[in-house]
């Protein structure tokens, strides 16, 4: 069927328009899908990455329970080389510094401490690194060392822990006085919530007297 003036003249303006910005909305048009897959492989690409990961953390708790001691290095540092960005790496690593700890092999447990502290992406396992690293300084006696840890910027959420360490390592280091505030700042910022810890604390406080 033949087409009327006003047609032809819509086509010819839908061609003009086309061959003008024609490419523009292919080049769009592919983006978008390049953008969905790409979006889609990172997804499959991370799920892989998780899975393998938490297969190398099960690897490695099994060696540590077995004190297996090669197995637990294979598997701990194919997940630092391989899987950084994965919890299961930092979480590998707290497991890998307990093993060591155990077996008075302070230097590697302090080595797979800092590793969390410098490169976990939550806070929380950062946080109980520190922790970690600042009680074997205080086994090793390093107890200026210990406390500059314990001077870092750390969440609330773990004040009362920070407080009481660091009387602990106080008590140490032969300063009770010190010891005593820190321990009576830990009750204080403990609040009513874990009885358990706040008995520990304030059988640590009576045992410097008043």
């Known amino acids: 069927m033949a087409l009327d003036l006003e047609e032809q003249e819509q086509l010819a303006e839908l061609k003009s328009w086309w061959k003008a910005h024609g490419n523009l909305v292919i080049g769009v048009i592919v983006a978008a899908m390049l953008g969905f897959a790409g979006w889609r492989y ?4 991370q799920g892989n990455q998780a899975g393998q990961a938490a297969s ?21 540092g194919a997940l630092v080389e391989s899987y950084a960005r994965t919890l299961y790496a930092p979480m590998g690593a707290l497991v890998a510094a307990r093993f060591y700890y155990d077996r ?12 969390v502290i410098d490169r976990s992406a939550s806070d929380d396992l950062r946080e109980l690194a520190r922790l970690r690293l600042a009680a074997v ?5 390093a107890y200026d060392e210990a406390l500059k840890q314990l001077e870092a910027p750390h969440a609330a959420a773990y004040e009362t822990q920070y407080a009481a360490l660091k009387g602990d390592i106080l008590v140490a280091k032969g300063q009770p006085a010190e ?20 008995e520990s604390v304030r059988m640590r406080l009576d045992a410097l007297g008043s």
């Open 42 to 45: 990172w997804n499959v690409y």
């Open 179 to 198: 010891a005593r505030t820190a321990y009576k700042a830990a009750l204080e910022k403990a609040g009513s919530q874990d009885a358990q810890f706040r």
């Open 56 to 76: 190398l953390y099960e690897t490695l708790g099994k060696a540590a329970q077995a004190g297996d001691t090669k197995a637990l290095r294979d598997a701990g």
């Open 137 to 141: 300084l205080l086994d090793e006696k």
């Open 104 to 115: 008075n092999d302070l230097k590697n447990a302090k080595a797979q401490l800092q590793w």
